[in-house]
């Protein structure tokens, strides 16, 4: 499995941004498709982001396209989440995920396609 570690949650007013970052040590992060999830106070956890291991194709769930943006730095081997106008309903616990496959070509949009899982970062929005 790899390892992750995200930082960078916290509490802002709706309207605002934060940036979550994700960083491991996997030396063959470059051939993972990575993803961002969250899951919200009673709710099941759900997919927000993806980004490929080929050319960093970028994908969403339409709840946050065009307010959020997910890249990768194989070099630092990190993948982050650029979050703008957030609202209240952003409310949850962030997670970076690995996907199960290396050199995984597809969209992958299931919990069950990622193997491995960061901690988790709280995002609060509220005023």
């Known amino acids: 499995q790899v390892q992750l570690a995200e930082s960078g949650g916290g509490w802002v007013q709706p309207g605002y941004s934060l940036r979550l970052s994700c960083a491991t040590t996997?030396?063959?992060?470059?051939?993972?498709?990575m993803g961002w999830f969250r899951q919200g106070p009673g709710k099941a956890r759900e997919f927000v982001a993806g980004i490929l291991w080929t050319a960093g194709r970028q994908y969403y769930a339409d709840s946050v396209k065009g307010r959020f943006t997910i890249s990768r730095d194989n070099t630092k081997k990190t993948v982050s989440l650029q979050m703008d106008n957030l609202q209240p309903e952003d409310t949850a616990v962030y997670y970076c995920?690995?996907?199960?496959?290396?050199?995984?070509?597809?969209?992958?949009?299931?919990?069950?396609?990622?193997?491995?899982w960061g901690q988790g970062t709280q995002v609060t929005v509220s005023s």
């Open positions: 996997e030396n063959m992060f470059f051939a993972y498709t």
């Open positions: 995920a690995a996907a199960r496959r290396r050199y995984q070509t597809t969209m992958i949009r299931d919990t069950t396609d990622f193997a491995s």
